[in-house]
Protein backbone atom coordinates (compact mmCIF):
# COMPACT_ATOMS: atom_id res chain seq x y z
CA UNK A 1 0.00 0.00 0.00
CA UNK A 2 1.42 3.38 -0.91
CA UNK A 3 0.16 7.22 -0.01
CA UNK A 4 -1.01 9.25 -3.21
CA UNK A 5 0.51 12.51 -3.74
CA UNK A 6 -2.34 14.72 -5.19
CA UNK A 7 -0.53 18.53 -4.99
CA UNK A 8 -3.48 21.04 -4.97
CA UNK A 9 -2.91 24.87 -5.75
CA UNK A 10 -3.92 27.38 -3.32
CA UNK A 11 -4.95 30.94 -3.83
CA UNK A 12 -6.39 33.92 -1.37
CA UNK A 13 -8.49 36.37 -3.63
CA UNK A 14 -8.89 39.83 -1.75
CA UNK A 15 -8.84 38.05 1.44
CA UNK A 16 -9.15 40.05 4.85
CA UNK A 17 -9.90 39.28 8.35
CA UNK A 18 -10.75 41.11 10.97
CA UNK A 19 -10.96 40.89 14.88
CA UNK A 20 -14.11 43.55 15.72
CA UNK A 21 -12.34 46.90 14.62
CA UNK A 22 -8.51 45.32 14.33
CA UNK A 23 -8.08 43.78 10.42
CA UNK A 24 -5.73 41.53 11.33
CA UNK A 25 -5.20 40.41 7.45
CA UNK A 26 -5.70 43.83 4.69
CA UNK A 27 -6.92 42.22 1.09
CA UNK A 28 -4.57 39.22 1.26
CA UNK A 29 -3.89 38.00 -3.19
CA UNK A 30 -1.44 34.98 -2.88
CA UNK A 31 -0.76 32.12 -5.33
CA UNK A 32 0.82 28.63 -4.27
CA UNK A 33 2.02 26.36 -6.68
CA UNK A 34 1.15 22.66 -6.67
CA UNK A 35 3.96 20.80 -5.12
CA UNK A 36 5.84 23.76 -4.07
CA UNK A 37 6.86 24.37 0.03
CA UNK A 38 5.86 27.95 0.77
CA UNK A 39 6.64 29.93 3.79
CA UNK A 40 4.33 32.80 5.69
CA UNK A 41 7.50 34.49 7.83
CA UNK A 42 7.52 37.27 9.86
CA UNK A 43 7.61 38.50 13.42
CA UNK A 44 4.68 37.99 15.86
CA UNK A 45 1.46 40.26 15.32
CA UNK A 46 2.27 40.13 11.49
CA UNK A 47 -1.06 37.56 10.16
CA UNK A 48 0.87 34.14 9.11
CA UNK A 49 -0.96 32.30 12.12
CA UNK A 50 -4.27 34.12 11.05
CA UNK A 51 -3.47 33.73 7.09
CA UNK A 52 -2.96 29.88 7.96
CA UNK A 53 -6.01 29.17 9.88
CA UNK A 54 -7.89 30.65 7.67
CA UNK A 55 -6.81 28.54 5.07
CA UNK A 56 -7.16 25.43 7.42
CA UNK A 57 -10.96 26.22 8.21
CA UNK A 58 -10.17 27.39 11.41
CA UNK A 59 -11.10 30.97 11.02
CA UNK A 60 -13.52 32.56 8.78
CA UNK A 61 -12.26 35.34 6.57
CA UNK A 62 -14.19 38.41 6.69
CA UNK A 63 -13.79 39.43 2.75
CA UNK A 64 -12.48 37.46 -0.18
CA UNK A 65 -12.45 34.08 -1.25
CA UNK A 66 -9.82 30.96 -0.53
CA UNK A 67 -9.61 28.31 -3.48
CA UNK A 68 -7.95 24.72 -3.17
CA UNK A 69 -7.01 22.43 -6.15
CA UNK A 70 -10.00 25.03 -8.05
CA UNK A 71 -12.33 24.87 -5.40
CA UNK A 72 -13.56 27.61 -3.64
CA UNK A 73 -13.73 26.34 0.05
CA UNK A 74 -13.88 30.09 1.77
CA UNK A 75 -17.62 28.64 3.41
CA UNK A 76 -16.62 24.96 3.95
CA UNK A 77 -15.99 23.56 7.49
CA UNK A 78 -12.24 22.45 8.07
CA UNK A 79 -13.29 18.39 7.30
CA UNK A 80 -14.43 19.30 3.72
CA UNK A 81 -11.33 21.14 2.32
CA UNK A 82 -8.76 18.48 1.58
CA UNK A 83 -5.83 19.86 3.95
CA UNK A 84 -3.80 18.16 6.80
CA UNK A 85 -2.31 20.31 9.81
CA UNK A 86 0.84 19.39 11.98
CA UNK A 87 -0.10 21.88 14.90
CA UNK A 88 2.97 23.05 16.89
CA UNK A 89 2.00 21.18 20.04
CA UNK A 90 2.57 17.72 17.61
CA UNK A 91 -1.57 17.04 19.40
CA UNK A 92 -0.61 13.38 19.86
CA UNK A 93 -2.67 11.03 22.26
CA UNK A 94 -0.48 10.15 24.93
CA UNK A 95 -2.72 7.21 26.38
CA UNK A 96 -2.63 5.83 22.12
CA UNK A 97 -0.10 3.52 20.54
CA UNK A 98 2.24 5.81 18.01
CA UNK A 99 0.32 3.29 15.32
CA UNK A 100 -2.94 3.93 16.40
CA UNK A 101 -1.79 8.25 16.61
CA UNK A 102 -1.23 8.03 12.85
CA UNK A 103 -4.25 5.47 11.96
CA UNK A 104 -6.67 7.96 14.07
CA UNK A 105 -7.73 10.09 11.25
CA UNK A 106 -8.12 7.28 8.78
CA UNK A 107 -10.32 5.60 11.20
CA UNK A 108 -12.10 8.40 11.71
CA UNK A 109 -13.11 8.90 7.37
CA UNK A 110 -14.46 5.59 7.61
CA UNK A 111 -11.24 3.39 6.90
CA UNK A 112 -11.03 -0.13 7.93
CA UNK A 113 -8.86 -1.25 11.49
CA UNK A 114 -6.39 -3.53 8.51
CA UNK A 115 -6.55 -1.02 6.21
CA UNK A 116 -6.02 1.82 9.04
CA UNK A 117 -3.00 0.34 10.41
CA UNK A 118 -1.50 -0.79 7.00
CA UNK A 119 -1.11 2.76 5.62
CA UNK A 120 -0.27 4.10 9.08
CA UNK A 121 3.07 1.60 9.22
CA UNK A 122 3.14 3.11 5.77
CA UNK A 123 2.83 6.33 6.64
CA UNK A 124 5.68 5.69 9.79
CA UNK A 125 8.46 3.63 7.35
CA UNK A 126 8.10 7.21 4.88
CA UNK A 127 8.90 9.25 7.89
CA UNK A 128 11.87 7.18 8.60
CA UNK A 129 10.10 5.35 12.03
CA UNK A 130 9.13 2.02 10.54
CA UNK A 131 8.55 -0.54 13.38
CA UNK A 132 7.77 2.54 16.41
CA UNK A 133 4.10 1.34 15.77
CA UNK A 134 3.49 -0.09 19.36
CA UNK A 135 5.52 2.57 21.33
CA UNK A 136 3.82 5.43 23.23
CA UNK A 137 4.41 8.79 22.33
CA UNK A 138 6.39 9.50 25.38
CA UNK A 139 8.98 6.87 24.27
CA UNK A 140 9.92 9.23 21.77
CA UNK A 141 12.27 12.25 21.19
CA UNK A 142 10.84 15.29 20.30
CA UNK A 143 12.00 14.96 16.66
CA UNK A 144 10.29 11.11 16.61
CA UNK A 145 6.90 13.19 18.16
CA UNK A 146 7.50 15.80 15.06
CA UNK A 147 7.66 12.88 12.67
CA UNK A 148 4.81 11.17 14.20
CA UNK A 149 2.46 14.35 13.63
CA UNK A 150 3.81 14.65 10.32
CA UNK A 151 2.63 11.19 9.14
CA UNK A 152 -0.39 11.07 10.53
CA UNK A 153 -1.00 14.42 8.66
CA UNK A 154 -0.17 12.73 5.59
CA UNK A 155 -1.74 10.00 5.39
CA UNK A 156 -4.92 11.37 4.96
CA UNK A 157 -3.63 12.29 1.68
CA UNK A 158 -3.98 15.78 1.51
CA UNK A 159 -3.90 18.35 -1.48
CA UNK A 160 -1.91 20.77 0.79
CA UNK A 161 -0.34 19.91 3.96
CA UNK A 162 -0.10 22.50 6.73
CA UNK A 163 2.56 23.20 9.09
CA UNK A 164 2.65 25.69 12.19
CA UNK A 165 5.86 26.63 14.10
CA UNK A 166 6.13 22.49 13.73
CA UNK A 167 10.29 23.24 15.00
CA UNK A 168 9.34 25.38 18.02
CA UNK A 169 9.52 22.95 20.32
CA UNK A 170 12.66 21.40 19.08
CA UNK A 171 16.35 22.53 20.84
CA UNK A 172 18.20 24.05 18.26
CA UNK A 173 20.20 21.24 16.91
CA UNK A 174 17.71 18.76 15.98
CA UNK A 175 15.62 21.90 14.58
CA UNK A 176 17.91 21.61 11.78
CA UNK A 177 18.36 17.61 11.31
CA UNK A 178 14.56 17.91 11.66
CA UNK A 179 13.73 20.66 8.97
CA UNK A 180 16.22 19.04 6.42
CA UNK A 181 13.90 15.97 6.87
CA UNK A 182 10.75 17.53 6.40
CA UNK A 183 12.06 19.69 3.16
CA UNK A 184 13.43 16.11 1.74
CA UNK A 185 10.10 14.48 2.72
CA UNK A 186 8.39 17.38 0.87
CA UNK A 187 10.30 17.34 -2.07
CA UNK A 188 10.21 13.07 -2.76
CA UNK A 189 6.54 13.07 -2.39
CA UNK A 190 6.02 16.47 -4.05
CA UNK A 191 3.11 17.93 -1.89
CA UNK A 192 1.99 21.15 -1.29
CA UNK A 193 2.99 22.56 1.97
CA UNK A 194 2.23 25.82 3.54
CA UNK A 195 4.60 26.50 6.21
CA UNK A 196 4.17 29.24 8.85
CA UNK A 197 7.26 29.85 11.04
CA UNK A 198 9.36 33.26 12.81
CA UNK A 199 12.59 31.70 12.16
CA UNK A 200 14.06 33.33 9.37
CA UNK A 201 16.93 30.66 8.95
CA UNK A 202 14.39 27.77 8.78
CA UNK A 203 12.34 29.53 6.27
CA UNK A 204 15.75 29.93 3.73
CA UNK A 205 16.43 26.64 4.69
CA UNK A 206 12.78 24.62 3.41
CA UNK A 207 11.12 26.65 1.34
CA UNK A 208 10.82 27.03 -2.49
CA UNK A 209 9.22 30.80 -1.91
CA UNK A 210 9.00 33.00 1.20
CA UNK A 211 5.85 35.47 1.74
CA UNK A 212 7.21 38.14 4.71
CA UNK A 213 4.08 39.78 6.15
CA UNK A 214 3.99 42.59 8.16
CA UNK A 215 1.04 44.13 9.49
CA UNK A 216 -1.25 41.88 7.81
CA UNK A 217 0.13 43.16 4.12
CA UNK A 218 2.60 41.54 1.96
CA UNK A 219 6.00 42.90 2.83
CA UNK A 220 7.95 40.98 0.05
CA UNK A 221 7.42 37.48 -1.98
CA UNK A 222 10.21 35.38 -3.68
CA UNK A 223 12.63 33.02 -3.37
CA UNK A 224 15.13 32.86 -0.86
CA UNK A 225 17.75 34.04 -2.42
CA UNK A 226 15.86 36.82 -4.08
CA UNK A 227 14.45 37.64 -0.66
CA UNK A 228 18.51 37.92 1.20
CA UNK A 229 19.81 39.26 -2.00
CA UNK A 230 17.25 41.80 -3.55
CA UNK A 231 15.26 43.05 -0.19
CA UNK A 232 12.54 45.25 -1.37
CA UNK A 233 12.50 47.45 1.66
CA UNK A 234 14.84 48.29 5.23
CA UNK A 235 12.47 46.07 6.83
CA UNK A 236 12.84 43.10 4.90
CA UNK A 237 16.97 43.47 4.41
CA UNK A 238 16.89 43.64 8.16
CA UNK A 239 14.13 40.59 8.83
CA UNK A 240 15.85 38.21 6.65
CA UNK A 241 19.19 38.04 7.67
CA UNK A 242 21.10 40.54 9.75
CA UNK A 243 21.66 44.03 7.78
CA UNK A 244 23.10 47.32 8.50
CA UNK A 245 20.79 50.13 6.65
CA UNK A 246 22.32 53.36 5.97
CA UNK A 247 21.90 56.10 3.96
CA UNK A 248 23.87 56.80 0.91
CA UNK A 249 24.31 59.01 -2.22
CA UNK A 250 23.80 57.73 -5.92
CA UNK A 251 26.39 59.12 -8.02
CA UNK A 252 25.01 57.46 -11.21
CA UNK A 253 22.88 54.38 -12.90
CA UNK A 254 23.39 52.70 -16.53
CA UNK A 255 22.21 49.38 -17.41
CA UNK A 256 21.84 47.64 -13.93
CA UNK A 257 24.87 49.25 -11.94
CA UNK A 258 24.67 51.87 -9.71
CA UNK A 259 27.50 54.00 -8.64
CA UNK A 260 27.15 55.31 -5.21
CA UNK A 261 29.25 56.53 -2.01
CA UNK A 262 28.93 56.22 1.74
CA UNK A 263 31.28 58.40 3.71
CA UNK A 264 34.59 58.53 1.41
CA UNK A 265 33.71 55.08 0.20
CA UNK A 266 32.59 54.76 -3.29
CA UNK A 267 31.07 51.46 -4.30
CA UNK A 268 29.72 49.49 -7.62
CA UNK A 269 26.64 47.29 -7.37
CA UNK A 270 23.18 46.02 -9.00
CA UNK A 271 20.34 47.78 -8.71
CA UNK A 272 16.71 46.65 -9.24
CA UNK A 273 14.62 49.85 -8.53
CA UNK A 274 14.84 52.66 -10.09
CA UNK A 275 16.63 55.58 -7.73
CA UNK A 276 16.58 58.88 -6.83
CA UNK A 277 19.91 60.82 -5.99
CA UNK A 278 19.80 59.34 -2.06
CA UNK A 279 18.93 55.90 -1.19
CA UNK A 280 19.67 52.88 1.30
CA UNK A 281 22.45 50.46 1.37
CA UNK A 282 21.72 47.46 3.23
CA UNK A 283 24.99 45.79 4.45
CA UNK A 284 25.07 42.21 5.83
CA UNK A 285 27.88 42.05 8.50
CA UNK A 286 30.13 39.45 6.24
CA UNK A 287 30.04 41.73 3.08
CA UNK A 288 32.24 44.91 5.15
CA UNK A 289 35.91 44.25 5.34
CA UNK A 290 38.19 46.30 7.50
CA UNK A 291 41.63 48.01 6.42
CA UNK A 292 43.68 50.96 7.13
CA UNK A 293 41.59 54.45 7.41
CA UNK A 294 41.60 56.17 4.22
CA UNK A 295 40.24 59.10 2.28
CA UNK A 296 39.02 55.95 -0.04
CA UNK A 297 36.90 54.14 2.86
CA UNK A 298 34.12 54.64 5.00
CA UNK A 299 36.06 55.00 8.16
CA UNK A 300 35.31 54.47 11.82
CA UNK A 301 36.44 53.95 15.18
CA UNK A 302 36.38 50.06 17.23
CA UNK A 303 33.74 50.18 20.12
CA UNK A 304 33.94 46.02 20.02
CA UNK A 305 35.57 43.44 19.14
CA UNK A 306 34.70 39.75 20.14
CA UNK A 307 36.55 36.69 19.11
CA UNK A 308 34.72 33.60 18.08
CA UNK A 309 36.71 31.46 17.01
CA UNK A 310 36.30 31.65 13.19
CA UNK A 311 35.77 35.17 13.29
CA UNK A 312 35.31 38.37 14.56
CA UNK A 313 32.00 40.36 15.57
CA UNK A 314 32.97 43.96 15.69
CA UNK A 315 31.07 47.30 16.31
CA UNK A 316 32.44 50.14 14.69
CA UNK A 317 31.20 53.37 14.93
CA UNK A 318 30.81 55.71 11.75
CA UNK A 319 29.86 58.98 10.12
CA UNK A 320 26.28 57.12 9.04
CA UNK A 321 25.74 54.93 12.26
CA UNK A 322 27.44 52.25 14.19
CA UNK A 323 28.33 49.07 12.16
CA UNK A 324 28.13 45.71 12.78
CA UNK A 325 30.91 44.25 11.37
CA UNK A 326 32.32 40.49 10.98
CA UNK A 327 35.57 39.41 9.97
CA UNK A 328 37.35 36.02 9.16
CA UNK A 329 40.54 37.75 9.86
CA UNK A 330 41.10 36.43 13.31
CA UNK A 331 44.75 36.60 12.88
CA UNK A 332 44.88 40.37 13.17
CA UNK A 333 42.19 41.37 15.60
CA UNK A 334 41.89 44.91 15.82
CA UNK A 335 41.81 46.66 19.00
CA UNK A 336 39.07 48.61 20.74
CA UNK A 337 39.36 52.43 20.10
CA UNK A 338 41.28 51.84 16.94
CA UNK A 339 40.50 53.82 13.87
CA UNK A 340 39.56 51.42 11.17
CA UNK A 341 38.59 51.70 7.54
CA UNK A 342 35.44 49.98 6.01
CA UNK A 343 35.60 48.53 2.37
CA UNK A 344 32.72 46.87 0.74
CA UNK A 345 32.79 43.70 -1.39
CA UNK A 346 29.66 43.27 -3.96
CA UNK A 347 27.63 40.34 -2.54
CA UNK A 348 25.72 41.21 0.64
CA UNK A 349 25.21 44.51 -0.49
CA UNK A 350 22.07 45.89 -1.80
CA UNK A 351 20.79 49.20 -2.76
CA UNK A 352 17.25 49.90 -1.68
CA UNK A 353 15.35 53.27 -2.74
CA UNK A 354 15.12 55.99 -0.30
Known amino acids: MSLETRPGSVRFDAVQKRFGSFTAIHSLDLTIEPGTLVTLLGPSGCGKTTTLRMLAGLEQPTGGRIVIGGRDVTALPANER ?128 IVVLHEGRIAQAGSPRELYERPASAFIADFIGEANVVPCEVLGQDRGRARIRVGGLEHELPFFEPLGATARLAIRPNAMFLQTSSTQALNGRVLSAAYLGDHVEYEVETAVGTLFVIDPAVENVRSIHSDVGIGLYERGVAVIPG
Do not use: C, W
Open 82 to 209: DVSMVFQSYALFPHMSVGDNVAYGLRSTGRSKREAAEQAAHGLELVGLKGYGDRLPAELSGGQQQRVAVARALVLEPQVLLLDEPLSNLDARLRRKVRTEIRELQQRLGFTAVYVTHDQEEALAVSDR
